[in-house]
Structures are given as C-alpha cells and as structure tokens.
C-alpha cells in the first residue's frame, strides 16, 4: 500500500512563499508519475502541477506556471512544490498524489491527506 505524506503547509501573507513536500512509502517512487493538487472548502479539487517518473517533464496549471516549481528527488522518496509569490486565492488544503503512467491524468489512485495553506492579504 502506498502512503503519501505532505508537509510544509502553513501561513503566509501574499507575494511571500513556502516549500511543500510529500514524502512516500510502502511503494516503489520512481514508477509513479507525482502531481499537486488544491482543495478550497466548498469548491472542487483542482489540478496545480505534475512531474513525471525521473523529473524529466513536468506541467502547471496556468496560474501556477511561471511562480511556482514542482521537483522531486527519488532517492529520499520525496516530492516538492516551492510556491513563490502566492496569492490570497491560492489558500487552501494542498494534495499530493501518485499515479501509473498507464492510468492518465484521470487515474490518480494514491492520495496524502494534505496540508493547509493560509494567504493572508
């Protein structure tokens, strides 16, 4: 069973950043495909970035792209998101989740419980 776990959440006011990262077990972490995902109460759950098995391509929502930059270092286990110059509509509970190639986009199964994070304005 594959656990993943985020942390790095926190609070911070606009224009400032912060680091996450999601670190995982009970698996092999090269074979998945790593993505970040956001959840604001009452709203769906939207897509933020994506990196493939060796870190050889990566993807960002629009909003994301240009400020923020997803990484992982596969020997520790351990994904990233380094946010820099967030935005008070940015706040809400960050994901990190794993997928096979095979499965798509659609086929996230593995899921960390998140972590929440504040912007103030």
């Known amino acids: 069973q594959v656990q993943l776990v985020e942390s790095g959440g926190g609070l911070v006011e606009a224009g400032g950043s912060l680091r996450l990262s999601c670190h995982a077990s009970g698996g092999s972490f090269s074979r998945y495909i790593l993505g970040w995902f956001r959840q604001a109460p009452g709203k769906e759950r939207v897509f933020v970035a994506e990196i493939t098995e060796r870190g050889g391509s990566t993807e960002y929502s629009g909003s994301a792209s240009g400020r923020f930059t997803i990484s992982r270092v596969n020997p520790l286990n351990t994904m990233y998101l380094q946010m820099n110059d967030l935005q008070p509509e940015e706040k809400a509970t960050y994901y990190c989740?794993?997928?096979?190639?095979?499965?798509?986009?659609?086929?996230?199964?593995?899921w960390g419980q998140g972590t929440q994070v504040t912007v103030s304005s």
């Open positions: 989740a794993g997928r096979q190639r095979y499965a798509g986009t659609g086929g996230y199964e593995y």
